[in-house]
């Protein structure tokens, strides 16, 4: 490719080659051709051209977004319903100091229609479905991609607990549990919605499980380190005594 001459006093047209001529006549080609996108304007004055930032610009990708799941995506859905959240004040009052159950946070706007984060399913979602904001809601962001919204899965650990029934064992690993829920006036647990499959603890193994299958017992479900988890917990059997030996309880 040929360089850009260096003109001396004395110069002549006749000294410059086909070559060199050729280079600085693309090179003002180019000039002529310079084009902007989003966010800059271009003035051409004698003394130069000028690139600036255009103050009426605005980023046309939507930023990130905290979000929660109120209703539970169903079995084979590509996408959930999620609702973008904020604080009512700012700055914001911490649930610490906060009396109101929703810890001074909102729901805002209307609900955005979100695929899952990569490697997940919208049906992995439903462990943090909250009706109600409450201090231990699970709160969500929301991240705009390739011309969609997806949920991104927590990384981290908290969100609070579900409470589920043990419905089977599916692998060494890995449970069927029903999630529950309060019935209308808060006396009573019932089924809420469709049977999930969940981790067992870590350090479990899913026939540790098999004494409360199909069993009243309830047991938490719960965001352990981004993966959904059921806590185990040990049954106590207590003896019958036999007749006529008197017993009562410890203190």
Known sequence: ??????????????DLSAAEMRHMAELASRVERI????????????????????PSFTNPLPRD???????????????MLVYPVRY??????TCITNEEPDCGIEIVDDPIVAYPDF???????????????????TYLTAYYAEGTWQVRWPTGG?????????????????????????NEDGTALIDDGSQIYVNTWPDRLS?????????????????LVGQPCVYHHIRFTQMQPPAGVQWGGCE
């Open 1 to 14: 490719m040929a360089k850009t001459p260096t003109f001396k006093s004395g110069t002549q047209y006749g």
């Open 35 to 54: 084009t902007h996108g989003p966010g800059i304007t271009i003035s051409n004055t004698n003394a130069g051209i000028h690139f600036s930032l255009d």
């Open 65 to 79: 977004k905290t979000v929660v799941l109120t209703v539970a995506p169903a079995d084979k859905a590509y996408t």
């Open 88 to 93: 009512k004040s700012i700055p914001p009052v």
């Open 119 to 137: 490697g997940r399913k919208a049906v992995d979602y439903k462990v943090f479905v909250s009706a109600t904001l409450t201090a231990t809601t």
């Open 158 to 182: 908290g969100g609070g607990s579900i409470p589920v029934s043990i419905i089977a064992s599916s692998g060494a690993k890995r449970l069927k549990v029903q999630p529950l829920k309060w």
């Open 207 to 223: 026939t540790d499980y098999t004494p409360f299958v199909g069993k009243p017992d309830i047991f938490q479900l719960v965001n």
